[in-house]
């Protein structure tokens, strides 16, 4: 098995050997000469603002509490400050410029990003229950678009929001004491019917609607992991067994299909969970009856049922490959094939897949401090660990794309790299400080942002590795 191997190592600088004797005159000539030079290319950086390619880019050192990352724009949420309240900045990527400021409260919880708008997400709780209502921001001037309450945001295509309106948000399930709910069996939503928006993000309007009665579910595909990851399409199952496949931008059906099969379903899928998109291959709908255990899966084109599955909706089996299913958890992961349902291959010691690339799996431990503990690169066709990555851990949710990694090398000091998937290899791009614990980080493009204890920091990733077929 290849071990990882660093390309660059920022915890120890290079120091040239010293030259033979005969050299050490030239070597000083030469010296002189060399220093003009690097004194002129000095000035030169230091006129510019450059930074080395390896270190911090810049920082905000206080109140910081979030950040979000959006093509050329920081939007950084800061705690309140002496004399103010808490605000979000909208700053230049590149400098960590503030080109706006906007006050806000201590509702607002987290933002999403859509082509050109800042949506700002709030979280109430008042007598009538829980409920979120929607403000949308310009993402170059933090001037307010447009808010709408009862509201709750599902993510994000180009220049539209995916929506669902919270028509009761007063209504609350309760279990009775002593009652405890049987996991292993299926359980459909009590709620109203649905009502699913998909808004313009400038002016808030719906471009298009859908409403749905209780017992039909939806299902949304991502084309990578949410939030980071934008919605690419809807598929609606009815009791009837009939699945209506819908555009994402118009909401016209572009597909349907009839599964031989019909009753409450509890749960629907047909995509792949969310940490990735593999290429559809063998298309498949997953349906979790209500008041049963298991699950059964179908062939999506033709309807007909191929097997079942004693995994329930809870415990999740998802599509992992094109022609893989997956199921993890603490026996391990465990793979079947998408046709016939027979066990491919099981591996032991990784609980989570983290991510995939290509035809690789990206596994860990879950680790409450470092949501991925334990790292390592796994074939999927076979089951083989083809790298394992001792003391790395990865940073969740920073990109669609990239595969970035943190490891501590003391108890307020890590190193930050990227991962190759195809080899293995670790790229070393950064040196952290004042760093404890699992950072909030955002990646777009060569950035990567990261805050930790109440300070921002901005790094340069390094140049794309080659991508897997």
């Known amino acids: 098995m290849p071990e990882p191997v660093i390309e660059l190592d920022l915890s120890s600088p290079w120091e040239p050997p010293e030259p033979p004797p005969v050299l050490r005159f030239r070597l000083r000539t030469r010296w002189v000469a060399a ?28 109140h910081v509490v979030g950040v979000t ?19 979000i900045e909208g700053r230049r990527r590149s400098d960590g410029k503030v080109l706006w400021s906007i006050t806000t409260d201590q509702e607002q919880q987290y933002a999403m990003v859509s082509a050109t708008a800042l949506i700002l997400i709030r979280h109430f709780r008042g007598d ?18 447009w808010t709408r309450p009862r509201t709750s945001v599902l993510g994000t295509r180009g220049g539209l929001v995916v929506a669902e309106e919270m ?9 009775a004491m002593g009652e405890s709910p049987d996991l292993t069996v299926n359980q459909a939503a009590d709620g109203p019917a649905r009502h699913i928006l998909v808004l313009d993000e400038r002016s808030g309007a719906p471009v298009w609607e859908l409403t749905a009665p209780p017992g039909v579910v939806f299902e949304f595909t991502w084309d990578g992991r949410y939030p980071v990851g934008q919605v ?7 009791p009837s067994g009939l699945v209506s496949s819908r555009d994402i931008r118009s909401g016209v059906v572009v597909a349907t299909h009839q599964l031989d099969w019909s009753g409450i379903p509890a749960a629907f899928r047909t995509g792949p969970d969310w940490y990735a998109a593999p290429g559809r291959g063998a298309a498949r709908a997953v349906v979790h009856p209500d008041g049963q255990p298991g699950g059964i899966v179908f062939d999506l ?6 097997f079942s599955t004693d995994a329930s909706m809870f415990a999740g089996i998802h599509q992992c490959a094109a022609a893989l299913f997956c199921t993890t958890g603490g026996s391990g992961i465990t793979t079947y094939d998408a046709t016939t349902g027979r066990s491919r291959w099981h591996l032991d010691r990784y609980t989570e897949i983290a991510a995939i690339v290509g035809d690789r799996f990206v596994v860990g ?3 409450p401090n470092a949501r991925y503990g334990q790292i390592a690169v796994v074939d999927a066709r076979t089951g ?6 001792g003391g790395w851990r990865m940073i969740v949710d920073a990109s669609a794309e990239r595969i970035l990694l943190w490891q501590p090398i003391d108890p307020r000091t890590a190193v930050l790299g990227e991962l190759d998937v195809a080899t293995g290899r670790v790229t070393v791009f950064g040196r952290a400080g004042n760093w404890d614990g699992t950072p909030e980080c955002g990646a777009v493009g060569d950035t990567l942002a990261c805050v930790q204890l109440g300070a921002l920091t901005v790094w340069r990733l390094p140049e794309r590795h080659r991508r897997m077929p």
């Open 35 to 62: 220093c003009a030079v690097l004194a002129v290319a000095a000035g030169v950086l230091a006129a510019s603002g450059a930074k080395p390619r390896t270190g911090p880019l810049y920082s905000v050192d206080e």
């Open 69 to 87: 990352v959006a093509k050329d724009m920081l939007f950084v949420n800061r705690h309140r400050l002496p004399g103010g309240d808490p605000t």
């Open 128 to 145: 009538r229950g829980y409920t979120t209502t929607l403000t949308a921001v310009d993402q170059a001037t933090g001037r307010q678009l």
């Open 167 to 175: 028509t009761d948000p007063g209504r609350i399930t309760t279990i």
């Open 232 to 238: 690419t399409g809807v598929d609606q199952l009815d």
């Open 301 to 306: 084109a033709g309807g007909r049922p191929l």
């Open 365 to 367: 431990t879950f680790d």
């Open 384 to 389: 083989a660990v083809t790298a394992e990555l």
